[in-house]
């Protein structure tokens, strides 16, 4: 089985940042990561993508935190980060770590983690 693990998360003020941190493991099995990326959820709010990025190292943002975070990878250890910066009181919710993978199938699988809480507040 596929275990996808999100670490990092904290209090912080606005204005704060942090490094959220990926790892996904897959003992004993073939596991192909394709892309890996973070959502969130806030209270009373749709689960939203936040940012991945692909094998080959491309991007996508949400306008919201657009030019504020900053998705990275680091394929040989099967983990992905976020660093957060410039927080506001709305980025305030679950942030989930996302992974695309095959695990010897032709179609791709989502994976989540359990989710490491940001809270921003004064």
């Known amino acids: 089985q596929v275990q996808v693990v999100e670490s990092g998360g904290g209090l912080v003020q606005p204005g704060g940042s942090l490094i959220l941190s990926c790892t996904a493991t897959?003992?004993?099995?073939?596991?192909?990561?394709?892309?890996m990326g973070w959502y969130r959820q806030a209270p009373g709010k749709e689960r939203e993508l936040v940012a991945n990025?692909?094998?080959?190292?491309?991007?996508n943002y949400a306008n919201s935190v657009r030019d504020r975070f900053t998705i990275s990878r680091d394929s040989a250890k099967n983990a992905a980060y976020l660093h957060v910066n410039n927080l506001k009181p709305e980025d305030t919710a679950v942030y989930y770590c996302?992974?695309?993978?095959?695990?010897?199938?032709?179609?791709?699988?989502?994976?989540w983690g359990q989710g490491t809480q940001v809270t921003v507040s004064s």
């Open positions: 996302n992974v695309k993978g095959t695990t010897g199938g032709i179609w791709l699988k989502d994976y």
């Open positions: 897959a003992p004993g099995i073939i596991f192909s990561i394709n892309t």
């Open positions: 990025i692909d094998r080959g190292g491309s991007t």
